[in-house]
């Protein structure tokens, strides 16, 4: 393996964007028969947007030029709390790499280049969404489930 990360830029929106309907599919146990046209248009949209703006920062892996994996992190401001006082947040999305090459530690270095780069702007509250299959790796990492945190499903 001749592994490269580099950070993503516009040249590889396409990339991101059919790794995020991948992420989609796998997340919510669709099937490629799924129309997601809907999410392709919306996807590119946000990253044209999100890079260009710096609110999202992505990083895509090649082995031997191949694209093989990719990983992003949002970035989004709340208002400012006790435990988080610059009201920064960043959001871990879009992890995925290429089901020959897993469990080869190309996620986790992923991870910490995203981490690396939250820090660097000092983000320190992450939080992701997970799929089963992937939440040992996070749970090794040191993510956590949220105790204090509610979601209104449907009202």
């Known amino acids: 393996m001749e592994l490269v990360y580099k950070k993503a830029s516009f040249n590889d929106i396409d990339l991101l964007v059919e790794t995020r309907l991948e992420v989609l599919r796998a997340i919510n146990r669709l099937n490629a028969a799924v129309d997601l046209k809907f999410f392709k248009d919306q996807s590119r949209a946000y990253f044209e947007k999100a890079l260009k703006e710096d609110s999202h920062v992505a990083y895509v892996v090649f082995d031997n030029g191949q694209f093989i994996g990719s990983g992003g992190i ?63 790796l996070y749970e090794k990492y040191g993510f956590r489930d949220l105790d204090n945190e509610m979601q209104l499903v449907e009202r």
């Open 74 to 136: 949002s970035f989004y401001q709340i208002l400012p709390s006790y435990y988080n006082q610059s009201g920064m947040w960043g959001c871990i999305m879009n992890m995925y790499t290429h089901p020959a090459y897993r469990r080869r530690g190309i996620a986790n270095h992923t991870l910490d280049m995203l981490v690396e780069t939250a820090h660097s702007r000092n983000v320190t509250n992450i939080t992701l969404e997970t799929t089963q299959e992937s939440r040992v």
